[in-house]
């Protein structure tokens, strides 16, 4: 599943084509694509619309029209491509909504799992109703501050791994971050959130940011099919000291990276390094 460094990465890449691009035809191949807008409606608002620029908030893609947010989520294998009329990026198949675009270029989404939504909302009444008004701050975007995440570790009282995970606390991490920045911090995924201390809070904060600037550098993980746009691969796999590394050396003490599950989740880490 893209994560944050991912759809960072598809926001630059669209960015380098889309501003200044009118929206002038569009058709939805899958109608519960769109969420929370009914589908006339949602054309209502998006045709004739300029395109401003793209932005991401946490794993949201955020199309910054004229008057309106176009908000995507990708969930498991969302990908948007642009591209002339009859190439097709991606699998044909698989192409659930596109736009034609003033340049005479089109703006496909495509998706094989078809998990992923599409939602359009004014300027003003988007952080109230959409998708993102719930989230938590999200570390690259308005970073979570020490008082914040200290309050809320003390109140969930959870495992710091589903504890980083859910949204609502921190927005824009996943599975595949959780793993390097529990790593990178010495935390180990299963401690309960109110025995953090504050150096392992702060430490949490600042890898956080280390590693998903990293990661937005590389252009994000290329590991489950995932690729960010046309000839975009993600190179921050090769970066990965726990995930996916399972009975290999710890880079850091040479005992073998454990896996197992926690919320369900894959989870590798280093018993010795992570405490
Ligand atoms: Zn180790």
Known sequence: MPELPEVRTVANELNKILPGLRIINGENFMPKLIWRNKENDFFDKVLDQKIISVQNYGKYLIFNL??????????????????????????????????????????????????????????????????????????????????????????????VKPFLL???????????????????????????????????????????????????????????????????EGQFQNELKVHLRENKPCFECKKPIIKTQIGGRGTYFCTECQK
């Open 66 to 159: 004229e008057n309106f947010k176009m908000i995507s989520h990708l969930r498991m294998e969302g990908k948007w491509s642009v591209s002339s009329k009859d190439k097709y990026v991606y699998n044909e198949k698989h192409l659930r909504i596109e736009f034609e675009l003033s340049n005479n270029e089109w703006l496909r989404y495509y998706d094989s799992r078809k998990f992923g939504t599409l939602e359009v909302w004014d300027n003003k009444s988007y952080l109230k109703e959409s998708g993102i008004s719930n989230l938590g701050p999200e570390p690259l975007n308005n970073n979570p501050s020490f008082e914040y995440l200290k309050k809320a570790a003390i109140k969930k009282n959870v495992k």
């Open 166 to 232: 859910d949204q609502k606390v921190v927005c824009g991490i996943g599975n595949i971050y959780v793993n390097e920045i529990l790593f990178a911090a010495k935390v180990a995924p299963d401690r309960i959130t109110k025995t953090l201390g504050d150096k392992e809070i702060k430490n949490i904060i600042k890898f956080s940011n280390l590693i998903l600037t990293k990661a937005i550098e590389l252009k994000g993980s290329s590991i489950h099919s995932y690729k960010s746009g046309e000839n975009v």
